[in-house]
C-alpha cells in the first residue's frame, strides 16, 4: 500500500468502514472508493471527511456480483468489510447471512482473480473461531474461502482479520445500550457472567493496515486484546451516560433477560485446531494457512491463553479507561 494505491472498501460506509477510510486518506493514497447500499451513509461519510476529491462514492451490494464488476476495475487493494453482523437477525435469517458474508466474498474473491486484484482482506470475528451461531458460521466460512483461494493462487495476498467486540461500533453492545438510554427505555443484560474480547474501532482499523503489510497469502490476522465482563462493561458506561447526563444512575430500569440461541459466555481468539498454526507479532496473533507457512512472527509460548474464560477481565477501572479511550 503506497500512495499510488486505489483502494476500494466494501461495507466502507460501517463504523470501521468509514474509520479505515479516513486512515487512508490521511496516508495520502491515490483514491478509496467506498461501496455500500445506503446512499444516506455515502453523503454523511463525504461530508463528514470533508468533501475530498480521491474518495469515490459507488452505490452497490456484495450479493450482486454485477454491481461489483465495474468497482473493481483498476483497484489494487480490495477490503471487504460489509456484511450481516447482528446474532439475533443472523439466527432468524441464516439464508441472508449466507448470502450476505458467504456469497458476498466469493463475488468479490472470484473478481479479485478475474481483474488480477492481488491485495484482498475480510473483516472477520472472532465469533468464527469455533462458530456456534449463524452469524459465526457464516464468517467461518468467510475465511475458509480466502484462505482457499490465497492457497489455490499463489502470489495473491488474501488474507483475513478477525476482530473482537468493536467498542462504539454500530452492532456493538453499548451501541445499543446508548440508544435505550436516549429513548428511556430499559437496558438489557443477561443473567448469566459473559465475558468477551474488546478493542476499539481505531484498533480494528490498525489490525487491517496492519494484514496488508505483513500478510503474504492466506494467514488470519487477530489481536490479543483485553478482556471484559460484559455487566461490568455495561455498568461502567451507563454510570458514565448517567453523569454526563445528570441522571441517577439507581433509577436506571434494568431488565435482565436469557443468553440468545447459540451465543457461547466465553469467546475464543482461535481454535484448538489453529493452535499448532498460530504465531505472535508484538500483540498480533497470525494464523498460518498450513503448517509450512509460518514465516510471520515468533512461535506461541505453550502456556499463551487463548479463551476469554480464563484471561484477567478488566477492572472497573480499567474499562473506564478504555471507554475513554475509544472516546465512546
Given amino acids: 500500500m503506497d500512495r499510488n494505491s ?14 479505515l477510510t479516513k486512515r487512508l486518506l490521511e496516508r495520502g493514497v491515490r483514491e478509496v472508493r467506498v461501496l455500500a447500499r445506503d446512499e444516506t451513509r455515502h453523503q454523511q461519510l463525504i461530508d463528514s471527511l470533508g468533501r475530498p476529491s480521491n474518495l469515490v462514492s459507488i452505490i452497490g451490494d456484495v450479493r450482486d456480483k454485477m ?6 476495475n483498476g ?24 448470502k450476505a458474508n458467504v456469497i458476498g466474498t466469493q463475488n468479490l474473491l472470484e473478481l479479485c482473480l478475474q481483474k488480477g486484484v492481488d491485495n484482498f482482506v475480510l473483516a472477520s470475528t472472532d465469533k468464527a473461531a469455533d462458530p456456534s451461531t449463524a452469524y459465526g458460521a457464516s464468517k467461518f466460512m468467510a475465511e475458509r474461502l480466502v484462505v ?19 467498542l462504539g461500533s454500530r452492532n456493538s453492545v453499548l451501541t445499543r445500550i446508548r440508544q435505550l438510554l436516549d429513548s428511556g427505555m430499559p ?12 478493542m476499539t ?66 469467546e475464543a481468539l482461535f481454535s484448538v485446531h489453529e493452535q ?11 494464523i498460518a494457512p498450513n503448517d509450512e507457512h509460518t514465516t510471520i512472527g515468533q512461535p506461541l509460548e505453550p ?22 479511550t475509544a472516546r465512546i
Fill in 201 to 266: 474501532q481505531s484498533d480494528a482499523a490498525e489490525l487491517i493496515v496492519e494484514s496488508l503489510q505483513y500478510g503474504t497469502g492466506g494467514e488470519i490476522f487477530t489481536r490479543n486484546m483485553p478482556v471484559v465482563q460484559v455487566h461490568d462493561l455495561i455498568q461502567a458506561f451507563v454510570e458514565r451516560y448517567a453523569q454526563e447526563n445528570h441522571l441517577n444512575f439507581d433509577a436506571v430500569p434494568v431488565v435482565e433477560h436469557e443468553v440468545q440461541r447459540g451465543e457461547k459466555a466465553h
Fill in 75 to 98: 483497484v489494487d487493494i480490495v477490503i471487504n468489510a460489509a456484511a450481516m453482523k447482528h446474532v439475533k437477525y443472523c439466527e432468524a435469517y441464516p439464508a441472508e447471512a449466507f
Fill in 148 to 166: 482457499s483461494a490465497a492457497v489455490r493462487n499463489p502470489g495473491a495476498r488474501f488474507v483475513a482479520v478477525r476482530f473482537g467486540n468493536v
Fill in 303 to 324: 502456556q499463551f491463553v487463548y479463551t476469554s474464560e480464563l484471561v484477567r477481565q478488566l477492572s472497573k477501572d480499567e474499562i473506564r479507561s478504555l471507554l475513554d
Fill in 187 to 198: 437496558i438489557t443484560v443477561v443473567k448469566e457472567t459473559m465475558t468477551r474480547y474488546v
Fill in 6 to 19: 486505489t483502494i476500494l472498501i466494501a461495507g466502507g460506509t460501517g463504523s470501521i468502514g468509514s474509520i
Fill in 276 to 286: 499448532p498454526r498460530v504465531r505472535i507479532k508484538d500483540r498480533t496473533l497470525i
Fill in 67 to 72: 454491481s461489483l464488476d465495474e468497482a473493481i
